[in-house]
């Protein structure tokens, strides 16, 4: 297997270990919300969605940096080694910062690690929504349509990533709410509505994992 070849084969199984461990989150996030089930079984269940959440964040990662190289290599996007050799550090450090976050949630490493991921996400919006503007402009780094609008459901993703954590916070307090009171209506309505409001934002990034692999596919076609 040559570089081509093994990068485009990473690209692919992110896409499919992306899908594959966020629905989990979607499926243990629907059980923690049954009143059916005990409080420390519904608790265990959100913890559990909230470490697998972490997963799709690698593969966020490891789909932009790959997908990257690969437009490179096929002359999809020019741009100065200098900029390969950025975006590779870059990434490497997005990746370090999300897996510590993954390895030491709960603790102030993994709480910095948060916070230096969510910079990292910023950064990597800036950049993508740079080069959708650039590309309408005077295209001179995109060189294909297809690939601009892998672009942008990237970047719809982590705009979706942004919106869907204010929407679950609420969520998390009520569970939070839930271990320590227990159950009332009041918290169940809560857990409820801001589960609800959080699967809008998780739907809109499946759609968007998807188009982008549409897309990827078109190329080949």
Request: proline share 2%; hydrophobic share 60%.
């Amino acid at each position: 297997m040559d570089w081509t070849s093994f990068l485009l084969f990473l690209h692919i199984l992110s896409f499919v270990f992306w899908l594959g461990t966020d629905l989990g989150v979607f499926v243990l996030g629907k059980f923690a919300q049954k009143e059916v089930y005990g409080i420390e079984a519904r608790i265990l269940l959100l913890k559990v969605g909230m470490i697998l959440d972490m997963f799709p964040r690698v593969a966020l990662v490891i789909s932009i940096l790959t997908g990257y190289q690969l437009a490179v290599n096929d002359s999809l996007l020019i741009v100065p080694n200098l900029v390969t050799i950025a975006v590779w550090l870059f990434c490497g450090v997005w990746l370090a910062v999300v897996i510590t976050g993954l390895a030491f949630q709960y603790t102030f490493a993994g709480r910095i690690a948060k916070r230096i991921e969510k910079i990292c996400l910023y950064i990597a919006l800036v950049a993508l929504v740079y080069l959708i503007i650039e590309f309408f402009v005077s295209g001179g780094i995109i060189q294909q349509i297809w690939l601009c609008g892998k672009i942008i459901m990237f970047a719809a993703i982590i705009l979706s990533l942004f919106l869907l954590e204010p929407a679950f916070i609420p969520a998390v307090i009520a569970f939070q709410r839930l271990e320590t009171e227990g159950s009332s209506a009041e918290i169940e309505s809560v857990i409820t509505s801001s589960m609800g409001k959080t699967y809008i934002w998780v739907i809109a990034i499946y759609i968007a994992v998807v188009i982008s692999a549409i897309l990827g596919v078109w190329k080949f076609t």
